[in-house]
T-cell receptor, first 113, second 117 residues
Framework: LAKTTQPISMDSYEGQEVNITCSHNNIATNDYITWYQQFPSQGPRFIIQGYKTKVTNEVASLFIPADRKSSTLSLPRVSLSDTAVYYCLVAPPPDTGRRALTFGSGTRLQVQP | EAGVTQFPSHSVIEKGQTVTLRCDPISGHDNLYWYRRVMGKEIKFLLHFVKESKQDESGMPNNRFLAERTGGTYSTLKVQPAELEDSGVYFC???????????????FGSGTRLTVV
């Protein structure tokens, strides 16, 4: 499974755009990139997933360059409630047989007022 | 729809005792997973059920851990006998059939915090 590297922590202020970049140099051709968010005392929560280029949903955008060796999670206009740990995961699709997710250390985002 | 429910939310037991954790997945989700985070470490995969069958149990740490999913609905994870290093948060997750999992992701429960003293 591809290893991911992301900053341990980031600080931001309310209303700012936050971009968290994840490196996955050994990503395989059929791997997908998935981001999860985790609040204290809760389980991880799926945010967004992509394979290449750009994906956007109501929560975030995911930018993936052509070489797919990195990805950037973009949170527009963060609020205090976005303070959480954000995990970048790389995994193949389920038809490969392996379904286990590999979590790294994540990025602890602290949003200040 | 109701989310993934885990019980209890907290458990404190003495070393050598037995503890059973329960997970109720989202109704209709065939896939059920157990993960755990021990103190200071990353979240690690334990095992994966498809309905009542164990699809992948490569993450189970040792034979003190027993997971079951009788009838393919809820699952239990028993630790017997518990050791100090088993302390941590145990998460359960569920997902729908394979062709949709990468569009919705896995839904995790809030976890059971296990403390072995």
């Amino acid at each position: 499974l591809a290893k991911t590297t992301q900053p341990i922590s980031m600080d931001s202020y309310e209303g700012q755009e936050v971009n968290i970049t994840c490196s996955h140099n050994n990503i395989a051709t059929n791997d997908y990139i998935t981001w999860y968010q985790q609040f204290p005392s809760q389980g991880p929560r799926f945010i967004i997933q992509g394979y290449k280029t750009k994906v956007t949903n109501e929560v975030a955008s995911l930018f993936i360059p052509a070489d797919r060796k990195s990805s950037t999670l973009s949170l527009p206009r963060v609020s205090l409630s976005d303070t959480a740990v954000y995990y970048c995961l790389v995994a193949p699709p389920p038809d490969t047989g392996r379904r286990a997710l590999t979590f790294g250390s994540g990025t602890r985002l602290q949003v200040q007022p | 729809e109701a989310g993934v429910t885990q019980f209890p939310s907290h458990s404190v037991i003495e070393k050598g005792q037995t503890v059973t954790l329960r997970c109720d997945p989202i109704s209709g989700h065939d896939n059920l997973y157990w993960y755990r985070r021990v103190m200071g470490k990353e979240i690690k995969f334990l095992l994966h059920f498809v309905k009542e069958s164990k699809q992948d149990e490569s993450g189970m740490p040792n034979n003190r851990f027993l997971a079951e999913r009788t009838g393919g609905t809820y699952s239990t994870l028993k630790v017997q006998p518990a050791e100090l290093e088993d302390s941590g948060v145990y998460f359960c997750a569920s997902s729908q059939s394979e062709d949709r999992v990468f569009f919705h992701g896995y839904t995790f429960g809030s976890g059971t915090r296990l403390t072995v003293v």
